[in-house]
């Protein structure tokens, strides 16, 4: 027998021990570093490729440890030697610290059995660059590329620490591919991934991205605001999340809407201007879903909100300047029915009960914002509140009346009286009406405002005391032209008029 033949024999005989043999001398504490590690690299690379073996931590322990020791792995002239020690080193689990002093067979080897640690060193030997963005990666070596996908965590800490790599997708033609692939791997995390990558790195469609990457494309604004992927987001998010008014936020608008059906829309208009939580400002939400010319919206379908919001539907004419717009529903509050009437020019026509809450009355008469067109037909409307206004309203619209010098008629300032108004605003209201106000209508007034007042209504042998006001005295003066009173004299001393009736 040859010598050949019979050193094959032999390794044939000696394959089925070698897992007992790497245990044996790894364990063998009579043996030198030097000596285990060329036994162990002997017994490597003549190992059969049919066998398989069963490792223990202990052995794939001692490799990660111990491999730089083996000439099969540092010599060029050993190719296939490298490649059978790879193999079979992969195969206990070890992950290989550094491929620096490492053969070229070795590197290739290490490479196809993603036996390596991924850090900033590896990396850049390997794919033989200094720049270790993923699409570089890539097109050096897709093994190399999946490797580092499957190890994001450590592939993003090389990436931070290495000199010559500044994103981690440079290409925009390959930043889909790399989201995809990502994807595939079930690698929840693409917000290094994304927030990394290039500027240029942008995507028309969201559509042609995983469904997982799409929160962090649309918030670091990756995608252009398009109607198409605005709805699409929203339809996947079920609503605008933080990450989609992020981009709206931004951008201010949404566009290329036009050629989409009017209905459509319509819904994502109403989304947005209903997205308050999301997006704070009114201003913006009303700009923003003007931007999609959906016309006017169905009031029911907007929540109610107070604020300004109302105002500028109205005005963006995003909402009908209709009674449905200024039922009580929206108008949640003064304030907000306040910023509706300065923004409407319809207004003055729908006052009534519907439009106009008696509670808010008070606030409109005296506000500076309303315009008086306004606060007139409110009181030329007096009949349709007058069982609802509380007594503040009364007052309001009495008070404004007599500052704007508008004369009343008997029955207007009847119901103000009984409704509440002051009775010096009453008084007032009734010396300015003059004889607009009967004489009988003026007594009867009188009458009903009761105390002094309804003593200086009729003859009789009495005495009555009023405050020294011109409003007091221009009735005086009615009721003793009419034969009623018959002195006034005034009282300085307590700045009160001393009235005495005829007999």
């Known amino acids: 027998m040859s010598a050949g033949a019979a050193k094959a024999a032999l390794v044939e005989q000696l394959t089925p021990l070698l897992p007992g043999i790497f245990t044996y001398l790894i364990g063998d504490t009579t043996l030198g570093r030097d000596e285990r590690?060329?036994?162990?690299?002997?017994?490597?690379?003549?190992?059969?490729?049919?066998?398989?073996?069963?490792?223990?931590?202990?052995?794939?322990?001692?490799?990660?440890?111990?491999?730089?020791?083996?000439?099969?792995?540092?010599?060029?002239r050993y190719s296939d030697a490298a490649r059978?020690?790879?193999?079979?080193?992969?195969?206990?689990?070890?992950?290989?610290?550094?491929?620096?002093?490492?053969?070229?067979?070795?590197?290739?080897?290490?490479?196809?059995?993603?036996?390596?640690?991924?850090?900033?060193?590896?990396?850049?030997?390997?794919?033989?660059?200094?720049?270790?963005?993923?699409?570089?990666?890539?097109?050096?070596?897709?093994?190399?590329?999946?490797?580092?996908?499957?190890?994001?965590?450590?592939?993003?800490?090389?990436?931070?620490?290495?000199?010559?790599?500044?994103?981690?997708?440079?290409?925009?033609?390959?930043?889909?591919?790399?989201?995809?692939?990502?994807?595939?791997?079930?690698?929840?995390?693409?917000?290094?991934?994304?927030?990394?990558?290039?500027?240029?790195?942008?995507?028309?469609?969201?559509?042609?991205?995983?469904?997982?990457?799409?929160?962090?494309?649309?918030?670091?604004?990756?995608?252009?605001?398009?109607?198409?992927?605005?709805?699409?987001?929203?339809e996947w998010a079920g609503g605008i999340d933080e990450w989609l008014a992020a981009l709206l936020a931004s951008a201010r608008e949404v566009v290329d809407a036009n050629g989409e059906e009017l209905d459509a829309r319509r819904e994502l208009a109403t989304t947005i201007v209903n997205a308050r939580e999301q997006l704070p400002d009114p201003a913006l939400r009303a700009q923003?879903?003007?931007?999609?010319?959906?016309?006017?919206?169905?009031?029911?379908?907007?929540?109610?909100?107070?604020?300004?919001?109302?105002?500028?539907?109205?005005?963006?004419?995003?909402?009908?300047?209709?009674?449905?717009?200024?039922?009580?529903?929206?108008?949640?509050?003064?304030?907000?029915?306040?910023?509706?009437?300065?923004?409407?020019?319809?207004?003055?026509?729908?006052?009534g009960p519907q439009t106009l809450q008696a509670t808010y009355i008070a606030e409109l008469m005296q506000s500076s914002k309303v315009?008086?067109?306004?606060?007139?037909?409110?009181?030329?409307?007096?009949?349709?509140?007058?069982?609802?206004?509380?007594?503040?309203?009364?007052q309001a619209m009495a008070a404004y009346a007599l500052r704007s010098g508008l004369g009343l008629r008997a029955d207007q300032i009847e119901t103000l009286r009984r409704g509440g108004a002051h009775q010096a605003t009453v008084a007032g209201l009734l010396a300015a009406a003059g004889k607009d106000v009967s004489l009988d209508e003026l007594r009867q007034t009188l009458r009903n405002m009761g105390g002094d007042y309804a003593r200086i209504a009729d003859k009789g042998n009495r005495q009555a005391q009023l405050a020294d006001t011109q409003a007091h005295q221009a009735i005086l003066r009615r009721l003793q032209d009419g034969g009623i009173v018959s002195t006034i004299k005034p009282d300085r001393r307590k700045s009160n008029l001393r009235v005495h009736m005829k007999r």
Not at 54 to 60: A, F, L, N, T
Not at 89 to 117: D, H, Q
Not at 379 to 387: I, K, R, S, T, W
Request: hydrophobic letters at 40%; a negative charge; proline letters at 4%.
């Open 371 to 394: 315009a008086d067109d306004i606060k007139n037909v409110v009181l030329e409307a007096l009949d349709e509140f007058a069982g609802g206004a509380p007594k503040a309203g009364h």
């Open 84 to 234: 059978r020690a790879v193999q079979f080193i992969a195969g206990t689990g070890a992950v290989i610290p550094t491929v620096v002093e490492l053969s070229a067979a070795a590197r290739a080897a290490l490479i196809k059995a993603c036996a390596y640690a991924i850090t900033t060193r590896n990396l850049e030997v390997l794919a033989e660059t200094d720049n270790i963005a993923l699409d570089r990666l890539a097109k050096a070596d897709r093994d190399i590329y999946g490797h580092a996908l499957g190890n994001l965590d450590a592939y993003f800490q090389s990436n931070h620490e290495s000199q010559g790599t500044r994103w981690t997708v440079e290409s925009s033609a390959m930043f889909i591919g790399v989201l995809q692939d990502v994807a595939r791997l079930r690698k929840p995390d693409f917000g290094r991934l994304v927030n990394g990558a290039s500027p240029e790195c942008m995507i028309d469609d969201l559509g042609d991205a995983p469904e997982g990457a799409w929160p962090v494309l649309v918030g670091t604004g990756r995608i252009p605001p398009t109607f198409a992927n605005v709805r699409a987001y929203v």
């Open 37 to 76: 590690s060329r036994l162990v690299d002997v017994a490597l690379t003549h190992r059969a490729d049919s066998t398989e073996y069963e490792h223990s931590d202990q052995v794939r322990t001692f490799f990660e440890a111990s491999y730089s020791d083996f000439l099969s792995l540092r010599d060029e």
């Open 288 to 351: 923003i879903a003007g931007s999609l010319q959906p016309g006017a919206l169905e009031a029911q379908s907007v929540g109610p909100e107070s604020g300004e919001l109302i105002a500028l539907l109205i005005e963006k004419e995003l909402l009908n300047d209709d009674e449905e717009t200024f039922h009580s529903r929206l108008m949640v509050d003064w304030r907000t029915l306040e910023h509706a009437i300065t923004r409407s020019s319809n207004y003055a026509e729908l006052i």
